[in-house]
């Protein structure tokens, strides 16, 4: 046996595990979503063909448009707070000289956190007897109904989850701006750019691949969102906080349809991509420095 081929069969032997790993987890269960997309079954017996039946109902079914209608009403309240707070956070990280190590260790540990601790400690936070409203009726005599206004629920959700992944993003950022190198913010203070020109003309620019994967990583969150609507919301009020992890569970284990709920999963798994496309074909900039 030559070298060649001993070399050949030495790499598929180490390999060998994981593609065992891949084809049992990964293979077969894409393998059974496409089955049962194209098929109409409630968890016994076989399977039966119905064709595109499953996709067709999606255009027709109301509570999959208003689910989309609230991933986006959770996209425009998410990525613009996550956004700014992790910009600030790595500028700030950037900056310190001491306890970088313990700040960095203290976001991350929303990050780390366990969604149903944090949903039931928001929840508590945030209800009518909760410290936020008994301050604001204690100071201006009002209180605020974060869960019970369709949209304030929606906006206590986003904000929720903003303080759980701002340090995760943020740190994203922070290497980001330590691969910019420091010549080039000398050069621009010689030529007499403030702070404010130096960070729209240097800083942003060049932390454009991090800001993309900030931003993808946003985008697929918001469409896998789920524990914090169970938790809090169940959906409502009136289904504007339900999402469409929420719904594909719903369809699946309380409607017993899981061939339509796998249905809309690849419906989903669909529009975030083209999402994802279209930030990247927008926003992403090829970025050398030299």
Known sequence: MSLKKKEA?????????????????????FV??????????????????IGLQNFFRIFEDKMFWRVFLNTMNFLSYFIPMVFVASILFALALNRMKYFK????????????????AYSIMFQRIFSEVGPINRFLYNTFGI????????????????????????????????????????????AAELDGATPWIRFWKITLPLLNPAIVTVLILAVNLSFGIFTEPYMITGGGPMNRTLTFMLYMYNTAFQRINPSYATTIAVMTA????SIVIFIRKVIEKEVTIV
């Open 9 to 29: 069969g030495l790499g598929w032997s180490l390999i060998s595990i994981y593609l065992l790993y891949t084809a049992i987890f990964w293979g077969y269960p």
């Open 32 to 49: 059974w979503m496409l089955i049962l997309a194209f098929s109409k079954w409630k968890f016994v017996g076989s399977p039966r063909f």
């Open 101 to 116: 190590t313990f700040v960095t260790l203290s976001f991350l540990v929303a990050y780390v956190s366990s969604g149903v």
């Open 143 to 186: 209180t605020i109904p974060w869960f019970t206004d369709p949209q304030l629920a929606m906006l206590t959700i986003a904000i929720m989850v903003t303080w759980k992944f701002v340090g995760y993003y943020g740190l994203i950022l922070y290497s980001g701006l330590q691969a910019i190198p420091k010549s080039i913010y000398e």
């Open 270 to 273: 669909l529009i975030n991509f």
